[in-house]
Each structure stands twice: as structure tokens, then as C-alpha cells.
């Protein structure tokens, strides 16, 4: 039981400390507030596009099927996590106070050991986990995943640090933010579907938001592997 106003360094003081292979970066909190927040979010965005078909539709565009099971088969896809970024590692936290966040009721912590895997997902011939290699860049990771899949939007590649920091990326930044030091294990290398394949930029520009969303909550996924 704690007090209000308790922060993350103190739960992690009475709770011992962190063990010898905690994994510190991979730290996560997973808040109720945060989850309806982006379960909120989520339904507006499901809202907005349900208007948009049928304003397609009333105006007689033709929607391909392809396009509509896309959508449902993206937003079935979506899992509100509520996690919040937050620093976990006790001498970051003890030298910058303003990153000890104040903990709320309910409030879930989960830190894992430390992992030797990168994910490599989306749009590749072969996703799912790599073993980690500190000399291996991006392009190392995606050639061993079979390289990208016809569908691939290559101007929108997503990095998703351990911490749930996520970047998305432009064709010509790959070699200014994948060199091997960026990727520490844990990450997430996410290759979106290109959209726009859907011949639709309506469509396509409402959707990005959710292509986005589904990317960014698969952080949690080592979680899913220490557990």
C-alpha cells in the first residue's frame, strides 16, 4: 500500500531495488487513465471513419472490398495499453527529479529482464522476433526478416524503443537514426502497410491515424515475452 504522492523511485526503493538483470529501459506503467484516454481517442477515430464511408458511399463511391476488410481487420487490431513513458532507472531518477513521476491508483509496473530480441514487423516476407545483434543496423534486421512486401509504405518506417518512445521515419533519414547504435534490444521495427494503395486519399488519410495507433502499441510486446 502507498501513500498519495508516492513516487516511482520510492515503490522501487521498498519494493528492493531492481534485481541484476533488470532490463531498466524496458520499464513499463500501464495507467487506467492513460487506457480510457486512448480508448476514448480510438472510438473518435473509429467514429470518423465510419462517417466517411458513408459519406463515400451516399456520394456513390465505389469502395473496393479489399479496402474495407483492410479497415476493419487494422482496427481490430488495435489493444489500448495505457502505458505511459516513464524512467525507471534509480541513478537517472535520483540526478533528475522532474522524471520521478507521481504514481495513481491503479496504476500497473512491469520490469522485465533484460531481452536479446529486436521485433521486426508489418510488412515483411518473414515478422516476428530476432535474435539481437549489437553490429546489425536496420537494413540488417530487415533483410534477415526477407525484406519488405509489395504493400510496404518504405517512406514510413516506425522504430519503437524499449521505453515506448517511437519514431517514425522518411525515406533518406534510415542511416541518420537505424545505425546499430539506436536499436537496443527490446525494439520494435515496424514496416506500415502502404495505404494509399486503397485508391482512395479520403480513405486513406483517415486511416492513417489508426496504422499509426496499431504500431505504437505494440511496445508492450516485450512485455508479452516476459510474462
Do not use: C, W
Not at 553490429?135 to 526478416?145: H, K, L, M, T, V
Request: net charge neutral.
Amino acid at each position: 500500500f502507498l501513500s498519495p504522492n508516492t513516487r516511482l523511485s520510492q515503490l522501487i526503493k521498498i519494493s528492493g531495488g531492481l534485481e541484476d538483470n533488470a532490463y531498466a529501459i524496458g520499464g513499463m506503467l500501464h495507467r487506467e487513465s492513460a487506457k480510457r484516454i486512448e480508448e476514448e481517442y480510438h472510438q473518435r477515430l473509429y467514429d470518423n471513419l465510419i462517417q466517411t464511408l458513408s459519406t463515400e458511399l451516399t456520394q456513390g463511391t465505389a469502395i473496393p472490398f479489399e479496402g474495407l476488410n483492410l479497415i476493419l481487420k487494422e482496427f481490430k487490431s488495435i489493444r489500448p495499453s495505457g502505458r505511459v513513458i516513464a524512467e525507471f532507472n534509480p541513478s537517472i531518477l535520483s540526478r533528475n527529479p522532474s522524471s520521478d513521476i507521481i504514481l495513481e491508483k491503479h496504476d500497473s509496473i512491469h520490469i522485465p529482464a533484460r531481452t536479446n530480441v529486436v521485433y521486426v514487423l508489418g510488412e515483411v516476407l518473414t515478422p516476428g522476433p530476432q535474435n539481437y545483434n549489437a553490429d546489425y543496423n536496420f537494413q540488417d534486421y530487415i533483410e534477415r526478416a526477407g525484406g519488405f512486401t509489395e504493400f510496404v509504405q518504405k517512406g514510413a518506417i516506425i522504430q519503437i524503443l524499449p521505453n515506448g518512445e517511437s519514431r517514425r521515419l522518411k525515406a533518406g533519414l534510415f542511416h541518420e537514426f537505424f545505425d546499430s547504435s539506436s536499436i537496443l534490444p527490446g525494439t520494435v521495427i515496424y514496416a506500415t502497410k502502404d495505404i494509399s494503395k486503397l485508391n482512395n486519399l479520403k480513405l486513406a488519410s483517415t486511416l492513417a491515424p489508426v496504422i499509426s495507433s496499431i504500431a505504437i502499441s505494440l511496445a508492450s510486446l516485450n512485455s508479452i515475452s516476459n510474462n
